[in-house]
């Protein structure tokens, strides 16, 4: 038997085998062709659906369009306006670069191509099946027509979903589309029951709006904003709160230089964040955004880009779970409820309510917010009932009340003081780094104790009358940085010595609230392993206490 020789794939064979990696499904040509407009520097998207993708997509921009002479070459394999050169490779900033997206479409499908530059008097038209693009009446921008996706390749075309699956890809899609780029008006057409308009925003302060219709106001409403920065690396947008925890994964949106990106270490970062706060199965909810500089992330590692590489992904990691668990931590005030009232009640009623919202939670009654029952090794009791996210009832042959809030604050003050005579207090960056300007006399104290500082793994950088607070300890993650940098400097200058400093640490940590009974039972588990005093945060509930609190 003769060996097979040799030989080139045809061009058309070719590029169905790369229609193999790009083109998945209909909701595949959707971003491919969305992704290209958004680089056309288009500011209005309009796409069009039938028959659930497979007998058409349309995708109309006013973006640059292209020129007539570069449509045919549009349609061959690698060609692209986005490189030029291999060390572009490193500073990637288009969503698109590799030029196999269009010819890999038209392969598998009866493609049509019109555009018109702002400079040319019409626009020209290809078809696939023709190699000479045509005069065609067009706006400035291009229009893309795919039909009968894999018409051809009928083996594929059976391996696509029923409609309604497809249906909820392309909606999943142009979602992730939409939140990319909000300075991007979108509409778009799935079916004549099924259609969605966004308008073009340009006010940051309007953004929610969007992330509202796409996530919906259950999600806005129950999320917090957030915003830091550490260096050249910007993290923000929108978590929801621990108790805000979802069945699906169908808000879970995160974009790395506006490119949606589905990576495992960032979706571990995030879950990390949540903790043990999120129950067996339930998913958390999130809108982020993280900008960094282009040479620090590779996004050619995957044929849809979906996938990046970090030049230093354990500090990405950490950022990330960092500012999140910092979001996560703030406490809810007035001012946020008004926000997220604001979203759905008329403006006349929001002060009212959010005025009803302080006083139930000034006056509510005692109630228990979780219970659970904790391990029968821990020796103060086999149930805990939770109260006002501070207090646990404690039911074991001696009944007992605890004061969570305050063991924990024993124990985090105890934490820091063995971890500072051990030398291992572990710090962290501030990824906003907290300015204040101070007197020369400060700045001078500041300069002059360094080294006390570093022993409490505290680092200022001092420029002119400028103090910037960069890291702080892991163990006062929780503290008012304002706060520390004013007692920090006030302590150098009255006293500056290692128990005078700590000491002024320790009265910075702050009581934190206990939310769930599995972080009640930890506080329990340290307290009974520690060798602190605990007659101040406990009280036995016998026969004599209790009838004490109804005595007249």
């Excluded at 291009?142 to 996706?149: F, G, K, N, R």
């Excluded at 503290?479 to 150098?492: E, H, I, P, S, Y």
Aim: hydrophobic share 40%.
């Amino acid at each position: 038997m003769n060996a097979s020789r040799i030989h080139a794939l045809p061009l058309q064979l070719a590029n169905q085998i790369a229609a193999g990696e790009v083109v998945e499904r209909p909701a595949s040509v959707l971003k491919e062709l969305v992704e290209n407009s958004i680089d056309a520097g288009a500011t209005q998207i309009d796409i069009h659906i039938e028959g659930a993708g497979s007998q058409l997509i349309r995708i109309t921009d006013n973006g640059s369009g292209i020129h007539p002479d570069d449509l045919t070459l549009a349609l061959s394999r690698h060609a692209t306006s986005k490189l030029s050169s291999s060390e572009q490779l490193s500073h990637i900033a288009s969503l698109g670069f590799r030029g196999e997206a269009l010819p890999s479409i038209a392969s598998v499908s009866r493609l049509t191509l019109t555009s018109k530059q702002a400079a040319q008097s019409c626009g020209w038209q290809l078809l696939n099946e023709h190699a000479e693009p045509e005069p065609a009446a067009h706006p400035d921008g291009t229009t893309i027509s795919v039909a009968e996706l894999f018409f051809n390749l009928p083996a594929r075309r059976r391996f696509l979903r029923s409609d309604k699956t497809e249906l909820n890809h392309l909606q999943t899609t142009f979602n992730r589309l939409a939140l990319s780029r909000f300075d991007i008006g979108f509409s778009a057409t799935f079916s004549e029951q099924m259609q969605i308009h966004l308008p073009r925003l340009s006010d940051p302060n309007l953004f929610h709006q969007r992330v509202a219709k796409i996530c919906g106001n259950s999600f806005v409403r129950e999320a917090s904003f957030m915003e830091q920065q550490f260096e050249d690396i910007r993290l923000h947008g929108w978590v929801g709160k621990r108790s805000a925890h979802r069945a699906q994964t169908d808000v879970q949106y995160f974009f790395i230089n506006g490119r949606v990106i589905r990576d495992r270490i960032i979706n571990h970062a995030v879950r990390q964040a949540y903790g043990d706060a999120l129950p067996a199965g339930r998913q958390p909810a999130y809108v982020l955004y993280l900008t960094l500089p282009l040479d620090r992330v590779d996004v050619n590692v995957h044929p849809t880009k979906h996938e990046v590489r970090f030049r230093d992904a354990r500090l990405i990691h950490g950022l990330i779970t960092r500012a999140v668990e910092e979001a996560l931590a703030e406490p809810e005030t007035v001012e946020a409820v008004q926000d997220e009232l604001a979203l759905t009640e008329p403006a006349n009623r929001v002060n009212d309510r959010a005025a009803s919202y302080r006083a139930s939670a000034e006056h509510s009654p005692i109630r228990p917010i979780r219970s659970s029952i904790v391990s029968p090794s821990n020796h103060y009791g086999h149930s805990l009932t939770l109260l006002h996210q501070r207090y646990a009832v404690l039911a074991s042959p001696e009944p007992e009340l605890i004061d969570l809030q305050a063991a924990d604050h024993a124990l985090r003050r105890e934490q820091f003081i063995q971890a500072l005579r051990k030398g291992e207090l572990a710090s962290r960056a501030i990824l906003v780094p907290i300015q204040h300007r101070f007197d020369r006399q400060q700045i001078d104290s500041l300069k002059q104790h360094q080294a006390l500082l570093a022993r409490f793994a505290l680092v200022f950088d001092c420029q002119g009358n400028l103090a910037s607070l960069k890291r702080i300890p892991y163990l006062l993650s929780q503290v008012d940085l304002t706060r520390l940098c004013d007692a920090v400097v006030a302590t150098l200058r009255a006293a500056p010595a290692e128990d005078t400093l700590l000491a002024a640490l320790l009265d910075l940590i702050p009581l934190s609230p206990v939310s769930s009974a599995a972080q009640a039972e930890q506080v329990l588990q340290q307290l009974d392993a520690s060798d602190i005093d605990q007659q101040t945060f406990r009280c036995k509930l016998d026969p004599k206490t209790l009838s004490g609190l109804f005595s007249a």
